[in-house]
T-cell receptor, first 118, second 112 residues
Framework: DADVTQTPRNRITKTGKRIMLECSQT?????MYWYRQDPGLGLQLIYY???????NKGEISDGYSVSRQAQAKFSLSLESAIPNQTALYFC?????????????????FGPGTRLTVL | DQQVKQNSPSLSVQEGRISILNCDYT??????FLWYKKYPAEGPTFLIS?????DKNEDGRFTVFLNKSAKHLSLHIVPSQPGDSAVYFC???????????FGAGTTVTVRA
């Protein structure tokens, strides 16, 4: 079974619709992230959460909101979708790490959701 | 403004030869660097990393070199294999920050 799952995998919607992308993980990690990937731009951070009560904006949070329902679940919402939000969306997780270890920088990604806004 | 740059969007290499992917960064606070590999329809997967206290890290066919003074790192794949055909992302972070800044990626094609 996949450690980080995303639903749906593909979604086509219309301008103005509300969309929710869901992410679940079984890795037991505290930290979760949402990224979008656009051609030529790499991955850009939308929101991140270091625990259930800690939510932070990333580089490109405008037009998005998130909810951390539990340690294992982190949802991304587009309140009113617009065409330039058409992209590939990835959820990722990372461990809180241990003293002296740098491995906590490593993030584990889900398979992605391809979202098209018409 | 992108703090991590991969200036070569694509690279084509013959099977068995060396692939060299380059990455430049602008933030001198970055002290941990990672390479991720991504196949179509899959999420990125961690490949190899290096801390700023080192200038080289090797894992099998993959070696990452870090030149802190030039703010440059490179990934060497030797020998290249068809299964290495993928998009490679360079990422950087600051210890204690836990966020990653990614480059735009380099698409590697290994020719038989």
């Amino acid at each position: 079974d996949a450690d980080v799952t995303q639903t749906p995998r593909n979604r086509i919607t219309k301008t103005g619709k509300r969309i929710m992308l869901e992410c679940s993980q079984t890795k037991g990690h505290d930290r979760m992230y949402w990224y979008r990937q656009d051609p030529g731009l790499g991955l850009q951070l939308i929101y991140y959460s270091f625990d259930v009560k800690d939510i932070n904006k990333g580089e490109i949070s405008d037009g998005y909101s998130v909810s951390r329902q539990a340690q294992a679940k982190f949802s991304l919402s587009l309140e009113s979708a617009i065409p330039n939000q058409t992209a590939l969306y990835f959820c990722a997780t990372s461990d809180s790490g241990t003293s002296g270890s740098l491995s906590y920088n490593e993030q584990f990604f889900g398979p992605g959701t391809r979202l098209t806004v018409l | 403004d992108q703090q991590v740059k991969q200036n070569s969007p694509s690279l084509s290499v013959q099977e068995g030869r060396i692939s060299i992917l380059n990455c430049d960064y602008t933030n001198s606070m970055f002290d941990y660097f990672l390479w991720y590999k991504k196949y179509p329809a899959e999420g990125p997967t961690f490949l190899i990393s290096i801390s700023s206290i080192k200038d080289k890290n090797e894992d099998g066919r993959f070696t990452v070199f870090l030149n802190k003074s030039a703010k440059h790192l490179s990934l060497h794949i030797v020998p290249s294999q068809p299964g290495d055909s993928a998009v490679y992302f360079c990422a950087a972070s600051v210890t204690g920050d836990y966020k990653l800044s990614f480059g735009a990626g380099t698409t590697v094609t290994v020719r038989a």
